[in-house]
């Protein structure tokens, strides 16, 4: 076999033996970034749900729901770190000088990564422009009909539920069949000073499609008010009564801007909509631009470890993520032109990345 054949062979091994030290990576450290972020956002539910904001019967759910938007967050930095953690392995392995020896030059390195992102950027405009919003769509109606059934609200009879963090106690000694009625229904209520006891005989879940708040209904029954340091107590009975319920403090609205599919706000023309697409586009643009980056980044001498690499890596990450959510409100509120959008962002990072690849080469020479 001539000698050009042979080397020729050699290096696609070699990319191919890149590319998957890089894929493998970008699995273990997914899944990983994918644990911490589902613990976070199961705190944040149980925290809501404690407080009687979301239903306990949609948790799961609900972190289902919540994958899109997990996913677009972490996608990018994962592609980042494996990028720098494959290729810092190579360096303090001294594999990357065998390789160079061998003709290995640094922009054959462009072919495997390209062969990484490509599939990944499509997952991403994939999930940002349509799973995104079903899923926030999903989001809203799973709550709006749980605010009309006791069961999926996580109702169980017998059983003190203390929501509000113990300002509001409630009682429930059966639920019919239909899953929305209440029988003998008792509950505590603490505004400031003041105490409320409720009691009566049934009771429902109704939801005020005008503004959204969600109310028990009792009927048949009484209430109790008073203070603890004072003997003034009142007792009024009613025939009906409407108890207003907390409210879920990330409730999305229905016309809320993350429910609107991509082709409607794509041609809206509206301010909001032009901001939304725009965003929803820049998870697949920052992975592109953070690999090419990872690159020269992940550059380190022989024995130096990976460990400082990594950290300047998320240093660099964090700059640029919170450069994209300050460019997002300053659109918002209009403190800077549309046209010059979060693109300016873009690529001061890319045009940063391509230089720095270039003087890298340059320092490390060709071969």
Request: one cysteine or more; a positive charge.
């Amino acid at each position: 076999m001539p000698f050009y054949l042979l080397k020729e062979v050699v290096l696609n091994i070699l990319q191919r033996y890149l590319f998957r030290e890089w894929f493998w990576t970008f699995l273990a450290v997914t899944i990983v970034l994918l644990i911490v972020m589902i613990g976070m956002a199961l705190g944040e539910l149980l925290n809501d749900i404690s407080g009687g904001r979301v239903p306990s019967g949609l948790l799961w759910i609900m972190i289902g729901l919540k994958m899109p938007d997990v996913l677009n967050t972490i996608i990018p930095l994962s592609i980042f770190i494996a990028i720098i953690w494959g290729l810092g392995r190579f360096y303090r392995d001294q594999e990357m000088s065998v390789m160079r020896a061998s003709g290995f030059r640094w922009q054959m390195m462009l072919r495997p990564l390209f062969n990484l992102l490509l599939p990944v950027v499509a997952a991403l405009l994939l999930n940002s422009l349509f799973l995104m919003p079903v899923a926030a769509s999903a989001v809203q109606q799973k709550l709006l009909d749980a605010f009309r059934n006791a069961a999926e609200w996580g109702l169980q009879t017998g059983t003190f539920h203390v929501l509000k963090g113990g300002d509001l106690v409630l009682y429930v000694e059966a639920v019919e069949k239909d899953g929305r009625t209440l029988k003998n229904v008792f509950i505590q209520l603490r505004e400031e000073e003041r105490e409320q006891v409720w009691s009566s005989e049934k009771g429902y879940y109704w939801l005020d499609k005008k503004t959204g708040n969600r109310y028990l209904t009792l009927e048949n029954g009484q209430v109790t008010e008073g203070a603890a340091d004072t003997l003034d107590f009142r007792i009024m009975k009613f025939s009906r009564n409407d108890l207003k319920l907390p409210e879920p403090e990330e409730r999305v609205k229905e016309e809320a801007v993350e429910m609107r599919g991509s082709s409607r706000i794509l041609f809206s023309g509206s301010l909001e909509d032009a901001v939304e697409i725009r965003w929803r586009l820049a998870p697949a643009i920052s992975a592109i631009i953070l690999g090419l980056l990872a690159i020269p980044l992940s550059h380190s001498a022989p024995k130096e470890g990976r460990g400082g690499r990594a950290l300047l890596g998320l240093l660099a990450y964090a700059v640029y993520a919170n450069t994209l959510y300050m460019c997002r409100n300053w659109l918002l509120k209009g403190e800077m032109p549309l046209a010059l959008g979060m693109w300016w962002v873009h690529a001061l990072i890319l045009l940063t990345a391509l230089i720095w690849m270039r003087r890298q080469g340059r320092v490390v020479g060709k071969g």
